[in-house]
């Protein structure tokens, strides 16, 4: 089990910037094999996949958000970001960082089922 508390959320205005952070404990060589991934849920709606970052640095993201938001990862500190630029009314909801062994679940279309750690989640309210 990799535990992982993601910080970072709060409220923006759209078309502003926010950038969230998930850290984990562990080892640096069991924390780079990982597939990472950012995951959002807001009210009444199904969780969405919004980014991943596989062990070979590849990323992946839906198109909802492609063009807005970058995914990265730093191995020494065990930590993965998601910088959320030109924010969405829309990207309003709680997001969660969580990890995969499977590197299968870094590819589209990004379904959670394969991640296995979860944060506990971070709110991220857009106002106009």
């Known amino acids: 089990q990799v535990p992982l508390v993601e910080s970072g959320g709060g409220s923006v205005q759209a078309g502003g910037s926010l950038r969230l952070s998930c850290a984990a404990s562990?080892?640096?060589?069991?924390?780079?094999?990982?597939?990472m991934g950012w995951f959002r849920q807001a009210p009444g709606k199904e969780r969405e996949g919004v980014a991943t970052v596989g062990a070979d640095g590849s990323t992946s993201y839906p198109d909802s958000v492609r063009g807005r938001f970058a995914i990265s990862k730093d191995n020494a500190k065990r930590t993965v970001y998601l910088q959320m630029d030109n924010v969405k009314i829309e990207d309003t909801a709680m997001y969660f960082c969580?990890?995969?062994?499977?590197?299968?679940?870094?590819?589209?279309?990004?379904?959670?089922?394969?991640?296995?750690?979860w944060g506990q989640g971070t709110q991220v309210t857009v106002s106009s």
């Open positions: 969580a990890t995969a062994r499977a590197a299968w679940a870094c590819a589209p279309p990004l379904g959670s089922g394969d991640y296995t750690d």
């Open positions: 562990g080892s640096e060589y069991t924390w780079s094999r990982l597939c």
